[in-house]
């Protein structure tokens, strides 16, 4: 039995008179003006329960029942505080969960269901890292900005996202591959606020923005092809952009302003003909910008920040010197910054060899009394 009151005025605290309905699997309560916290009882049989956009508070109860039928879960917007129940492992069926713009504060949910396909955790105070021994082989949407995670991406397991990887060409023309409630999900993508309300085979998104990440960017991201957004912006990664970038042939918009990033933009990144938005802004960034299909299509501000970048649509053009290397790959650039190091390493030994050499051979030369003092001793 479903139960259907959105959109509405209701106030006051959720009945527990819902409990005693025992046929009653789906129950949503979108944008309403409910106080109060959740009834501990509410979860009894409950496989919908859409609580979105209203003024609950207080924290999560931690009465998941062992058989939990709890398919759908959306808390998003609310006053709701303490950590994610350890009960909720029971819901081996749970495919979204959205607890965004709360006040939770925890350790990243590992304790999930396998069968997770969308997991919204944003604007809240979830921290640590994201160092996991479960696997999502059905995620699609993983929305954690604007929290206190921290760790280096390369402690992530991104190839275990297996519906990020293989393509579905066939399944997504039967239609999307899950619909939501009347509330959808809303996600920032390409800059801008969007509400999902369905999601297709063939579309997935992530975003860690606004954290304290810290590292490389894996190569192994390269293999998410089936990603259409990607955001890790405003955090603390360093090393180069991955040249396995290019093969993210689906990628509308990828933004990675306000890192430590550095070393050439890589030459495939020009070659993603779908690529809307892109922002690379106030990075360590280097050399020439690649000419793409694309990139001579982004505006100055997708650029600004990273001093040592030159060429169209910046105002500053490469020197000579630039050219010589702007062309090359971003492994072939770091080979030429190891050459460097090993050639100053032989210069400096052979330095000391000569000064070494020389403190004991030109006193002999020109030293009279050093040299008759040498050959008596």
């Not at 959808?184 to 923005?209: A, N, P, Q, R």
């Not at 910046?314 to 050459?339: A, F, M, Q, Y």
């Amino acid at each position: 039995m479903a139960l259907t009151l959105d959109n509405n005025s209701l106030s006051g605290s959720i009945p527990t008179s819902f409990c005693n309905a025992r046929h009653l699997t789906y129950l949503d309560l979108f944008r309403n003006k409910l106080s109060g916290s959740i009834p501990p009882c509410l979860f009894e049989n409950i496989t919908f329960l859409d609580l979105c956009q209203n003024n609950i508070s207080g924290p999560i109860p931690d009465s998941f029942p062992l058989h939990c039928g709890l398919q759908f879960f959306d808390l998003n917007n609310n006053s709701l505080e303490g950590k994610i129940p350890k009960s909720i492992e029971h819901c081996k069926g749970l495919r979204y969960m959205n607890v965004g713009n709360n006040m939770i504060k925890d350790t990243f949910p590992c304790r999930l269901s396998s069968t997770l396909n969308v997991l919204v955790l944003h604007s809240n105070r979830f921290h640590g890292d994201l160092r996991c021994h479960s696997i999502w082989p059905g995620l699609k949407i993983l929305d954690i900005y604007s929290n206190h995670f921290s760790g280096s991406l390369e402690s992530i397991n991104f190839s275990s996202w297996t519906a990020m990887v293989v393509r579905c060409d066939e399944r997504s023309a039967q239609g999307p591959y899950h619909r939501f409630s009347s509330s959808g999900v809303t996600l920032i993508m390409k800059g801008k606020m969007v509400e999902l309300y369905e999601i297709w085979f063939d579309f997935s998104t992530i975003d860690f923005s606004s954290n304290s990440f810290y590292g490389k960017i894996p190569n192994a991201i390269g293999d998410l092809t089936l990603l259409h957004h990607l955001n890790f912006s405003n955090n603390a990664l360093n090393g180069s952009i991955p040249e396995s970038f290019g093969r993210l042939s689906n990628l509308e918009s990828l933004d990675l302003s306000v890192n430590e990033l550095a070393g050439p933009i890589p030459e495939e990144l020009g070659e993603l003909t779908f690529l809307e938005v892109l922002n690379l802004s106030y990075n360590n960034l280097v050399g020439e910008i690649p000419k793409g299909r694309q990139m001579q299509t982004f505006s100055v501000e997708s650029f600004e920040g990273n001093p040592g970048l030159c060429d169209f649509p910046l105002s500053s053009s490469c020197s000579p010197r630039d050219d010589n290397h702007s062309g090359l790959s971003t492994r072939e650039h770091d080979d030429l910054e190891e050459k460097r190091e090993i050639e100053w390493e032989y210069v400096c030994a052979a330095i000391g060899y000569v000064v070494g050499f020389g403190g004991i051979v030109w006193p002999l030369l020109f030293c009279r009394s050093f040299r008759e003092k040498y050959y008596s001793k």
